[in-house]
């Protein structure tokens, strides 16, 4: 069965520039999510997109932005990256938004900013 | 202070021994529970998900209790094997706005061994 794809899987970008991740959710999931998980840190919400519309924001900071397009894909932008910004990147899709409908995750991107 | 608690924090067993790892959250109000495992530098893995009104579910060698009225939940693996060794993650969903908001516990790093 198909699963939630991100790209790139890796990543290393400097100080202040930019990055661009992507999820591709399961076929017909119409609800995607973005997590980042620094080193021995739990999972944090960053944002969620139901039906290509912001449906929720977390931790997000003001220097990352994202949106899902009409093929349901989602993009995180990340800009003037910092250090700290060091981290795995999950993306999670689900059918719908509701609480009682499952996430399922990506692998991942790491993304290193030295 | 994090409103989902995992103990313990760190498990050792041996291979073929049973387990159980606890989560206490104090998140309200509250959708559903679940419990994910995740490897290293992985995506988390559902492994079960229950409502309010479940008090436990099972999957294969995972069985998963919750008690709604004192927030309390275990996860119970019966016969562990090798490729258990990972982290065990406890999330509670709450409803937004939106949609749904994750919180993820601290985790238990569960490590099986010969």
């Known amino acids: 069965a198909a699963g939630v794809i991100q790209s790139p899987r890796h990543l290393i970008k400097e100080k202040r520039e930019t990055a661009t991740l992507k999820c591709y959710p399961i076929?017909?999931?119409?609800?995607v999510y973005w997590y980042q998980q620094g080193p021995g840190q739990d999972p944090q919400f960053l944002i969620s997109f139901y039906e290509k519309m912001q449906s929720d924001k977390g931790s997000i900071p003001d220097r990352f932005s994202a949106q899902q397009f009409s093929d349901y894909h989602s993009e995180l932008n990340m800009s003037s990256l910092e250090l700290g910004d060091s981290a795995l990147y999950f993306c999670a899709s689900s059918l719908g938004n509701r609480g009682s409908y499952e996430q399922y995750f990506g692998p991942g991107t790491r993304l290193t900013v030295t | 202070k994090n409103q989902v608690e995992q103990s313990p924090q760190s498990l050792i067993i041996l291979e073929g021994k049973n387990c159980t790892l606890q989560c206490n959250y104090t998140v309200s109000p509250f959708s559903n529970l679940r419990w994910y495992k995740q490897d290293t530098g992985r995506g988390p893995v559902s492994l079960t998900i229950m409502t309010f009104s479940e008090n436990t579910k099972s999957n294969g060698r995972y069985t998963a209790t919750l008690d709604a009225d004192t927030k309390q939940s275990s996860l119970h693996i019966t016969a562990s094997q090798l490729s258990d060794s990972a982290s065990y993650i406890c999330?509670?969903?709450?409803?937004?706005?939106?949609?749904?908001?994750?919180?993820f516990g601290t985790g238990t790093q569960l490590k099986v061994e010969l």
């Open positions: 999330v509670v969903s709450a409803p937004t706005g939106g949609g749904n908001k994750l919180t």
């Open positions: 076929p017909r999931h119409d609800t």
